[in-house]
């Protein structure tokens, strides 16, 4: 067919790097490169904002009305989906938490039976291997160590090529085990623990690669207790962030990104849950959760993950927090795409351009390219 169409742009985000004057030659609905504006033909099109890729979610509970846990099938993660790429995140990772081995077990058939399906890039294993003590609205009673079905589930996945990120806590899993699971290939992600400093230090050792909503349920930087805080801020390990102003202080998000010796392996995650793009009410375990006053609480007002879009937490990591445009951009699209494997998914060229994405000069989501 050959159909060219050539945009003109405010500025392109190419997946590194934020340009100006630059040109988007579209091939067949495919990027095929991007160029000086001066090369661009006659007529070509002009665009207001910046065109970027789509943003890319690692930790996506829920959406649409839909809790993963409670439909962990091809239809329900496919609601999900739809319902986080109306606000301009075409890839999530669906994540179950803490829960019974069969639901766990239903999930990964779920994802095995979806693959390959563009914007759901794998599995996202959020407990039940984690601290009773830091399991925040997970409940208690599937709370248990590391065990060979768990083991076995995540060597069903990484066997056919699927992503895995797994979030555990040292005191319920052996670094051994550690070890085992990030030599599948999986993504292991410390979180919802209790552990000491020294504790969290050796997990990394082990195999540590990444930190699950860093400063929430987990031990916190003290004087003379850094605790898992301090242990993931001071190490090169990736961290996920929820950025909503609700669940971290803008000034401690601040003070992470200035303190971690290797810049940029900040990510942004939203830990959404069904009320995006759904009703402001659902059922976890029994238990109604309901939005107010922005935030997502159980009976007894704790907090029961977040009522945010990445599109949301980008816009206030650069204007709010005062994070730089293109670093704000690559905490959300570039990021993600390393941490979980996938870096094609940060490059503009070779994408559709079904996934491209319209900001405003000041990263607020707009919509999707109008070809």
Known sequence: MNKKTWLLPQAVFDGQTLQTEAAICIVDGVVERV???????????AVVGIVS???IDLQVNGGGGVLFNATPTVAGMDKIAAAHRVFGTTAILPTIITDAPEILAQAVEAVIAAQPKAGLLGLHIEGPHISLSRRGTHAAQYVRPMDDATLA??????????PVMITVAPE???NEQISQLAAMGAVVSIGHSDATFHEARAAIEAGVSCATHLFNAMSPMLNRAPGVTGAVINSSVYAGLIVDGIHVDDEMIALARRARPEKEQL??????MPTVGGPSHFSLYSHEISVKDGRLVNAEGSLAGAHLTQAEGLYRYANVIGVPYEEALRAVITVPAEVIGCPALARIVGRPASDLIRLSSDLRFE???DL
């Open 267 to 272: 990510f942004l995650v939203s830990d959404a």
């Open 53 to 55: 890729p789509g943003l």
């Open 35 to 45: 160029q000086p504006a001066s090369e661009a033909p006659v007529g070509a099109k």
């Open 172 to 174: 319920a899993i052996t």
């Open 367 to 369: 919509g999707y390219l």
């Open 153 to 162: 589930q995540v060597s069903r996945l990484r066997d056919a090529h699927i």
